[in-house]
């Protein structure tokens, strides 16, 4: 082995070390003050509304939620690392699922992140915008 050689493959493997002990972190550090991400979900119907979500480190429960009530999920969000939340929606007479939030898709800082669910599907709603983006299940 050249010292090139040896000098990438030091820097692989510190890269790799970095890598998983952030994976690490994000799967250990939840409901911490760490916390830099919420995304809200509102039940936009009016008649309760199921809803489970998980990530790929934790699950976030079975949440009912009636009419016009909101659930929230906070955690921390890892640079660097994709996360995606994926959520089941369940009521009286039909279910849809829809990533709830994607990291390369949605900048939720500060907690702007503001999601309401109706039968159609999920729309979300923006600080700078009134005016709620809808999409179909
Ligand atoms: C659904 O959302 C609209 C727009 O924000 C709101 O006016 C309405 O009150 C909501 N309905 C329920 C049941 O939450
Ligand atoms: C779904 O919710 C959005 C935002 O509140 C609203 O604009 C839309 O009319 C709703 N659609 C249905 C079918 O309830």
Not at 64 to 81: D, M, Q, T
Not at 100 to 125: A, T, V
């Amino acid at each position: 082995m050249n010292s090139i050689f040896m000098n990438k493959s030091v820097l692989l493997l510190m890269l790799l070390t970095i890598f998983v002990t952030l994976q690490m972190m994000a799967g250990m550090v939840y409901g911490k003050p760490f916390d830099n991400t919420k995304v809200m979900i509102t039940n936009n119907m009016t008649f309760p509304l199921l809803v489970h979500c998980r990530d790929k480190f934790r699950e976030d429960g079975l949440h009912n939620l009636l009419a016009g009530v909101s659930h929230h999920i906070k955690f921390y969000k890892v640079p660097l690392i994709r996360f995606i939340w994926s959520c089941r929606f369940e009521w009286r007479d039909g279910s849809g699922h829809y990533n709830i939030y994607d990291s390369n898709r949605d900048r939720c800082k500060d907690y702007n992140c503001f999601w309401l669910i109706n039968k159609s599907g999920p729309c979300q709603n923006f600080h700078d915008n009134k005016t709620p983006v809808c999409y179909s299940w």
